[in-house]
């Protein structure tokens, strides 16, 4: 019995070592998209005009509208 609890303290352990991990990689990559898009922006910004900027702010917003949990949950397909 006592190998039986040894051994889901270990792989507890485990699990918690390694949960934070996932979370700072995930953080990461969503700090270099974020880079990532703003870099594309300013890009746009100086290649394009102004104007142009601002529609690909928007369609960033909207792009980002699309995986957050409110609208998760909505469909409007129906």
């Known amino acids: 019995m ?3 609890v040894l051994g889901l303290l270990i792989v507890l ?4 070592a390694w949960s934070p991990l996932i979370g700072i990689g995930a953080a990461r990559q969503a700090i270099a998209a974020r880079r990532e898009r703003r870099s594309t ?3 746009i910004r100086h290649a ?3 104007i142009w900027a601002r ?3 928007r369609n960033s917003a909207v792009g980002l509208a699309k995986f957050s949990a409110v609208t998760a949950c909505r469909s409007f397909d129906h």
């Open 2 to 4: 006592s190998d039986v």
């Open 41 to 43: 922006i300013i890009q």
């Open 48 to 50: 394009q005009g102004e």
């Open 55 to 57: 529609q690909a702010q």
């Open 13 to 16: 352990a485990a699990l918690m």
